[in-house]
Nanobody
Framework: QVQLVESGGGLVQTGGSLRLSCAAS????????MGWYRQAPGKQRELVVR????????NYADFVKGRFTISRDNAKNTVFLQMNSLKPEDTAVYYC??????????????WGQGTQVTVSS
């Protein structure tokens, strides 16, 4: 199986920064697009940003434009999320997501376990 593992979450003050990482591990797989989602307590999971292989610009949610930046290291199967100017409303569990092709040739959308981001007011 392919495992997606997030890291880098924590507690920061309003205006602070965090850098999240998500690494995919396993064998015989390939990845197309990757992205980040978040879910606050009692709320729906929502898209933060997604990055693609074909050279298209990343797709950012309006509420993070100008503050968050996604990047990707294809050689290491890793995606990053640089979060600046954090606000209390950014508090949520952040989940890594990837479109994965398995050795059998089947595609599926994989999820990481999540990493907690808490921004104090």
């Amino acid at each position: 199986q392919v495992q997606l593992v997030e890291s880098g979450g924590g507690l920061v003050q309003t205006g602070g920064s965090l850098r999240l990482s998500c690494a995919a591990s396993g064998s015989g797989f390939s990845i197309n697009d990757m992205g980040w989602y978040r879910q606050a307590p009692g709320k729906q999971r929502e898209l933060v940003v997604r990055i693609f292989n074909g050279g298209a610009m990343p797709n950012y949610a309006d509420f993070v434009k100008g503050r968050f930046t996604i990047s990707r290291d294809n050689a290491k199967n890793t995606v990053f999320l640089q979060m600046n100017s954090l606000k209390p409303e950014d508090t949520a569990v952040y989940y890594c997501n990837a479109r994965i092709r398995l050795p059998h040739g089947l595609d599926y959308t994989g999820w990481g376990q999540g990493t907690q981001v808490t921004v104090s007011s």
